[in-house]
């Protein structure tokens, strides 16, 4: 059988070249997914697309729709605080469509929230110069210089423009407030009260309002209105920091029976950042409650805080030691050997000597004033409590002092970083005067150049560096035995002087630390031996320095006065 063969004739399937609709395609593609929250898939299709758009309508319209979904996904990404992920989106928008305003201000967020605040600003103020909406940006570049660039000056010029579009902001009103306070201390007092009361206004019940009003009220002594808005704060769930802000307003203004108890709370306060306590602080075990009978006890006291501290409230020990069987005083070592040869009269250890102790109860030495119950005009040993040998002074003067008949004069001019937060220190500059004057040899009690002020002493203005020679605070105090005159801020060496009965003047800023209640007449009440001489306001370091001059003047006088009446 034959098979018939057909013949098969292939036909071409048409073909178009074109490629527009593969564009248009893979741009659909592209939003789908992107519409769906495949923003990977869909933003990356994009990306691959781009380039192969020729015409300049329909390439500026495709952008254009990236742009957009881009900015969703790195907004996406910004709220989730997937911030590197945010940044890198915003990054690939940049390449393809430039900057869109919006860009400076997220990339400046990012960078703020991982930690980079210089680059955070940049990109602030970038936002700030080309956006016509600008005022939201303001409150992120003043929380940015206030909390990371720690530039107060500059946060107040920023939340200021930001007050422009947002009146009823208590919080911006309360930064203000706060911010004028603590730049500039006394100065513009209208305006710390103006604004912290117009966030009050706004926001009657918040607590860090309430606080800060409080605060710069008894600040400027304005106690009727102080004592309304603390009484206040006690209804608003006070923190410990706002109790123990509460105890030094009340024991700077004379009520220490009240006062000493709320600073209690400096063991619990949320704010301590780098203040640490020694470890037996901060537990309540064997802590006694000052309510038991301890008459045959044995009381602990321990140390806390700065060398200031334990200088001052050591006074405290004999009327403890009236009410107990025993006493032992746990201090820093470097205070060890002064105080024991003060003759305390107690036993005295270092803190990793506490185990060896066979104690009863501890209390903290800061807490001493609620046991001796203490009254501004019952200040035990104001006329001086510590001492140390003659042989040790006669001993450190042969070795340190020169044999000549000038007027020898010790000076302290900064403290800790504490005191640098609270505005104690003096720039040295300010003491030049005194280092050039005849018949006088000034001589630093500074251990350390925190600052490396005396590096830049000009060679006109003699100072002699004693604080090196210095190993503990005994060889301190046989110092300032071989001085005819201490002047010195409010630190350490201020409060080792008057413990010690050294005449001293006392140098103090126009807002002092709490505990200073009296800074005007003769002496400063804790300290007999300390003289104040006080800013009329805040950094006006040259008045008291003047006065101060003026003072030893007159001992230069009566010294020649005297040395001419003796040749005769």
């Excluded at 006890?297 to 030691?321: A, C, N, P, T």
């Excluded at 201020?494 to 800074?519: D, H, S």
């Amino acid at each position: 059988m034959q098979v018939s063969k057909r013949l098969v004739v292939r036909k071409e399937v048409p073909m178009d070249n074109s490629k527009d609709l593969i564009t248009s395609l893979d741009v659909a593609l592209a939003e789908y997914y992107c519409k769906n929250n495949d923003y990977e898939h869909g933003l990356k299709t994009y990306r691959e697309i781009i380039p192969q758009i020729f015409d300049e309508a329909e390439r500026f319209k495709v952008i254009n729709q990236y742009t957009n979904y881009a900015l969703q996904y790195a907004q996406k990404m910004f709220m989730d605080k997937k911030y590197i992920e945010a940044i890198e989106q915003y990054r690939e928008i940049m390449k393809f469509s430039g900057f869109p305003v919006s860009i400076y201000k997220y990339i400046g967020l990012c960078m703020k929230f991982i930690g980079n605040a210089d680059l955070a600003i940049k990109f602030l103020k970038r936002f700030e110069e080309v956006s016509p909406d600008k005022e939201d940006v303001y409150v992120y570049l003043a929380d940015l210089t206030y909390t990371d660039i720690k530039d107060n000056k500059k946060a107040i010029e920023y939340y200021e423009k930001a007050l422009e579009k947002n009146k009823n902001n208590y919080s911006i009103y309360n930064m203000l407030g706060h911010l004028y306070s603590t730049c500039y201390q006394d100065k513009f007092k209208d305006k710390q009260i103006d604004y912290l009361t117009r966030a009050y206004e706004l926001a009657p019940n918040n607590r860090i309002v309430v606080k800060n009003l409080a605060y710069v009220y008894g600040k400027f002594d304005e106690t009727q209105k102080a004592d309304e808005f603390y009484s206040k704060l006690m209804y608003l769930n006070p923190t410990h920091s706002d109790l123990h802000a509460y105890g030094a307003y009340l024991v700077r203004h004379q009520r220490f029976s009240e006062g000493f108890k709320f600073l209690q709370h400096r063991f619990q306060k949320e704010d301590l950042k780098n203040v640490a306590f020694p470890q037996l602080l901060t537990t309540k075990k064997k802590r006694w409650n000052m309510k038991l009978d301890i008459k045959d006890k044995h009381i602990l006291v321990h140390f806390e805080q700065g060398f200031g501290d334990s200088i001052m409230f050591v006074r405290f020990l004999d009327e403890l030691k009236k009410r107990c069987r025993e006493v032992s005083l746990v201090v820093q070592g470097s205070l060890v050997e002064l105080f024991k040869d003060s003759k305390l009269g107690v036993e005295i250890y270092t803190e990793n000597q506490i185990p060896q102790i066979n104690y009863d109860y501890w209390i903290p030495m800061m807490d001493l004033p609620i046991v001796c119950e203490t009254r501004p005009d019952t200040i035990p040993k104001a006329g001086g409590y510590l001492k140390v040998p003659k042989t040790k002074i006669n001993a450190y003067r042969k070795a340190h002092i020169n044999d000549n008949d000038k007027i020898k004069i010790g000076i302290a001019y900064e403290g800790t970083l504490a005191s640098k937060e609270t505005d104690r220190d003096i720039p040295l500059t300010y003491l030049y005067p005194l280092m050039r004057l005849p018949d006088v040899e000034v001589y630093s009690f500074q251990v350390d150049d925190l600052t490396r002020q005396m590096d830049m002493v000009p060679e006109d203005a003699a100072l002699i560096r004693l604080g090196k020679t210095f190993k503990n605070w005994e060889d301190t105090a046989c110092a300032m035995n071989c001085m005819d005159l201490m002047v010195t801020t409010d630190n350490g060496v201020m409060n080792l002087a008057g413990a010690l009965g050294i005449k001293t003047f006392g140098l103090f800023n126009r807002i002092v630390e709490w505990r200073w209640f009296k800074t005007q007449g003769e002496d400063i009440a804790w300290y007999k031996s300390i003289k104040p001489f006080q800013a009329p306001t805040a950094g006006a370091w040259d008045v008291p320095v003047n006065q101060v001059l003026e003072e030893i003047d007159k001992i230069r006088c009566k010294k020649i006065a005297d040395k001419i009446k003796g040749k005769v």
